[in-house]
């Protein structure tokens, strides 16, 4: 099912379908029609890069276009700041490693009413790894130390202790409309904060600081945004999918 306009949800996965685009950097060739992990659906889908197809990433051979597969063209481009990102595999798993790096996304994703899922590893649980953010305002959502922060020009809530990302992990971020919003790793506790924004992300692994943009070190495998809130049944089904392609124990 093609993605529809909805609330807002980001997921890091594996697909087995590949994507082709043409030579010229910003023209998507064939997107296709994509399955959602667990047969979840796509409505409201904004964002989907994938590592595990190489025909999604455009290599020079660092990693100057990922391209993505919801169908919104909003694919992740090199950026001239920081360490362009490297595609590799470990144990046979794909990853996009961000050695103080990031990517600009193609059209900005609101922050506010997200769903978000990242399959991330080899970040230091002492470090602070932005996942989603701007560079121009210190606005976006980082793992700080094992906890969440999100942050809107420069005020800050934090979630409490979720887990470490040294390894293989599925992080979910819930930000929820007028509610409470969560976080937990691999299907486990959820620890809630209280977050509201209403702007927007512009880049994967950077946000704003006064001293220059703060920049992602650690593997991103995939990632997927809707705009929409996912149901229960819908983040165990896409929790499990992702559980299964990665290898990561989850419920």
């Known amino acids: 099912m093609r993605p529809k306009h ?29 399955t959602a992990p667990g047969g979840v659906s796509g409505s409201g889908l904004r964002l989907w890069v994938d590592s595990a197809e190489s025909a999604a990433l455009r290599q020079s051979p660092r990693v100057e276009l990922w391209f993505d597969k919801s ?28 050695e103080d790096g990031a990517m600009a996304i193609g059209k900005p994703i609101p922050l506010n009413g997200m769903t978000a899922f990242f399959v991330i590893r080899g970040g230091l649980n002492t470090g602070y790894h932005p996942l989603l953010g701007r560079i121009d305002r210190a606005t976006g959502l980082i793992v700080d130390a094992k906890r969440l922060r999100a942050m809107n020009g420069g005020g800050s809530v934090i ?7 040294n390894s293989s992990g599925i992080v979910m971020i819930r930000i929820n409309v007028g509610a409470t919003d969560y976080v937990s790793l691999n299907g486990g506790t959820e620890y809630s904060c209280s977050y509201s924004s209403s702007e927007s992300a512009t880049h994967v692994g950077a946000v704003y ?29 896409v929790l499990r999918a992702l559980g299964a392609k990665w290898g990561v124990t989850v419920p």
């Open 71 to 98: 169908g919104e063209a909003r694919h992740l481009s090199s950026v001239p700041f920081g360490v362009v990102p490297y595609a590799t595999a470990v144990s046979s798993r794909s990853q996009v490693v961000f």
């Open 209 to 237: 600081s006064s001293s220059g943009a703060r920049l992602l070190r650690a593997s991103i495998s995939e990632v997927l945004i809707w705009d929409r809130a996912l149901t229960t049944s819908e983040r165990t089904s």
């Open 6 to 34: 909805g609330a807002l949800a980001v997921l890091v996965i594996v697909t087995s379908v590949a994507a082709q685009w043409s030579a010229a950097l910003s023209l998507a060739l064939s997107a296709g029609t994509y």
């Open 159 to 165: 979630s409490g202790i979720f887990g470490s990302i």
